[in-house]
């Protein structure tokens, strides 16, 4: 992850810079609600539930790997309640379903 100010950063710092992002501090009094880089690969064990970052409390991830046979996610801002919609799509990865935290599995199809 660059050290630039975020406006000296080029389009593919901001696309790109994964790890960089999610093991670091982000801005001061915000929470960056993000996707782009699914959660069974920050959660390290092929949990595909959303990602909170407890560590510096300002990240969460809503990417749960849908198009790899995660789950489609939604959190709802105002109660942060989540939900989820398995997903049809066969994959390679281990991801687990199963680990979802119920009530908030449903097995309709994304």
């Not at 630039?4 to 790890?19: A, G, M």
């Not at 409390?57 to 849908?66: A, L, M, Q, R, V």
Request: hydrophobic share 30%.
């Amino acid at each position: 992850m660059s050290n630039l100010q975020i406006k000296y950063q080029i389009p593919d710092d901001l696309l790109w810079s994964r790890s960089e992002f999610y093991k670091h501090a982000a801005l001061p009094r915000h929470i960056c609600i993000f996707g782009h880089t699914p959660t069974p690969g920050i959660h390290n064990n092929g949990n595909c539930s959303i990602w909170v970052d407890v560590r510096h409390n300002d990240k969460t991830n809503i990417d749960c790997g849908c198009v790899h046979g995660g789950a489609l996610a939604a959190l709802r801002l105002d109660d942060g309640e989540t939900f989820y919609v398995r997903s049809k799509q066969s994959s390679q990865k281990k991801y687990s379903i199963s680990a979802l935290p119920p009530p908030y599995t449903y097995s309709a199809f994304c």
